[in-house]
């Protein structure tokens, strides 16, 4: 198993540009997760999704949006993008609820915007 | 609300132990800590249930306190592995996780 995936790696984006952040995972897990991660701080959730076809929003959803068409891919779409969106973004998958189950990271996104 | 992790950092010798702490101001319905080494992701290391025994892997080890609504992660014997952050996330009744703001760990030969 692969886990869970993440493109691209590295991106660099200018003021007001668009790109799409794409995750996969190949565990069966109904719950995945976007979170960005600023330097030297905490995970903060931007967007989790219950299953596919279901979304809802998290702590920072401003700025984002997300699809979730089937159970293994969960894109993070940024519109207008701005210096504040630079960060690392976390992808994460968990086979249910945080409150009994653990959630396996993708390796992150670092995106720049200048 | 996200939790409050203590220390901020630790500076360890490879043997020596360390305690890291995890509050909320919130009745917890469960504990997650990972740990994250510089430029990877986060790695699960256990998960406390609220009602739940104190946990163990290898030579980390937790325990949850309902009444204080605080969680202590005990790293005994530290080696030069264990050096990352350590996060803890907090699960309230219905809601996601919340990670803390982080302990760097780092540990000197």
């Known amino acids: 198993n692969a886990g869970v995936t993440q493109t691209p790696k590295f991106r660099i984006l200018k003021i007001g540009q668009s790109m799409t952040l794409q995750c996969t995972q190949d565990?069966?897990?109904?719950?995945m997760y976007w979170y960005r991660q600023d330097p030297g701080m905490g995970l903060k959730l931007i967007y989790y999704?219950?299953?596919?076809?279901?979304?809802d929003k998290g702590e920072v959803p401003n700025g984002y949006n997300v699809s979730r068409s089937t159970t293994e891919d969960f894109p993070l779409r940024l519109e207008l993008a701005a210096p504040s969106q630079t960060s690392v973004y976390f992808c994460?998958?968990?086979?249910?609820?945080?409150?009994?189950?653990?959630?396996?990271f993708g390796p992150g996104t670092r995106l720049t915007v200048t | 609300q996200q939790p409050v992790q203590s220390p901020q950092a630790v500076i360890l010798r490879e043997g020596e132990d360390a305690v890291i702490n995890c509050s909320s101001s919130?009745?917890?319905?469960?504990v997650h800590w990972y740990r994250q080494k510089h430029g990877e992701a986060p790695v699960f290391l256990m998960i406390?249930?609220?009602?739940?025994e104190q946990k163990g892997h290898e030579k980390i080890s937790a325990s949850f306190n309902e009444k204080k609504q605080q969680s202590s992660l005990y790293l005994t014997a530290s080696q030069l592995s264990y050096s990352g952050t350590y996060f803890c996330?907090?699960?309230?009744?219905?809601?996601?996780?919340?990670f803390g703001g982080g302990t760097r760990l780092m540990v000197k030969p």
């Open positions: 999704s219950v299953g596919a076809g279901i979304t």
């Open positions: 994460a998958s968990s086979y249910s609820g945080p409150r009994l189950y653990e959630q396996y």
């Open positions: 919130k009745a917890l319905y469960s």
């Open positions: 565990m069966n897990h109904n719950y």
């Open positions: 406390l249930l609220k009602g739940g």
């Open positions: 996330g907090t699960v309230y009744a219905g809601n996601m996780l919340t």
